[in-house]
């Protein structure tokens, strides 16, 4: 079971609590509001947030495979690159692969923005 106590991860959501954010995934605005609650399920993290309507939004992401910080934007990255460390190989193996279905995480990144 994977576990994201006493992470970077954790660490950096625990930092974002009580901020306003916006989500932003294949360049474009997915979710914005400010950051309530989140916690892990499985291999989930699961997001609460209060919208501009002033209503509780609950949504689930992937665990990322990395987590990178800078100014007042964290990146969630699922890039194939992030899970096999640059192994050219792997990647094509991965690729050649035919998902079930086909998640708009794959081979992306997400950012959470500080607004």
Sequence with gaps: MIT?????LEITL???LQRNLCFTIHKKQWRMGQL????????YLEFIIK???KKNEHFVVPIPFEVINQD??????????????NNNKLIDDIRSLEPNCRSKY?????EISVV
Excluded: A, M, P
């Design 4 to 8: 994201i106590t006493d992470t970077n």
């Design 14 to 16: 625990k930092s974002l």
């Design 36 to 43: 309530l609650l989140f916690k892990q399920n499985g291999f």
């Design 51 to 53: 919208n501009n309507k």
């Design 72 to 85: 007042n934007k964290i990146i969630f990255s699922y890039k194939l690159k992030s899970l096999v460390c």
């Design 106 to 110: 794959f081979d992306n990144i997400l």
